[in-house]
């Protein structure tokens, strides 16, 4: 298993309306589904911060992250996707606790 739950990968993202397109994305699944069933759950990572959707983005800042940031982004918690893990083109890094599990929870909080 090359990936893990916090892993930060890019990804061809699902988006609504237009299709895929390459993006950052968080594995918010567990390590477990990935090695039993094979694919694993990710929240999409983007720089556009779009008025209608600020309710459910949480803002992402350098010292949350084990990288830099190439500009100001947000993870889309509403943006849930499933993917193989072959489908990841590669690992970016990792985002650190607490703020992983806040992201959880806000995803949480924004589909249910």
């Known amino acids: 298993m090359k990936y893990h739950q916090k892993d930060i990968v890019e990804i061809e993202f699902p988006i609504p309306g237009e299709g895929y397109k390459e993006h950052p994305a968080i594995i918010v699944s567990n390590d477990e589904l990935q090695v ?5 759950y990710l ?5 556009k911060d779009f008025a209608y ?8 800042s350098d010292e ?3 990288f830099k940031l190439q500009k100001p982004s947000f993870v889309k918690c509403q943006l849930l996707a499933a ?5 990841i083109i590669r690992k970016l890094g990792y985002i650190k606790e607490p703020f992983f599990s806040e992201i959880v929870d806000k995803t949480i909080e924004s589909i249910f």
């Open 53 to 60: 959707s600020r309710d459910y983005a949480y803002q992402l």
């Open 83 to 87: 993917d193989v893990e072959t489908a």
């Open 36 to 40: 039993n069933e094979g694919f694993v």
């Open 43 to 47: 929240v999409m990572i983007s720089s």
């Open 64 to 66: 949350m992250l084990s």
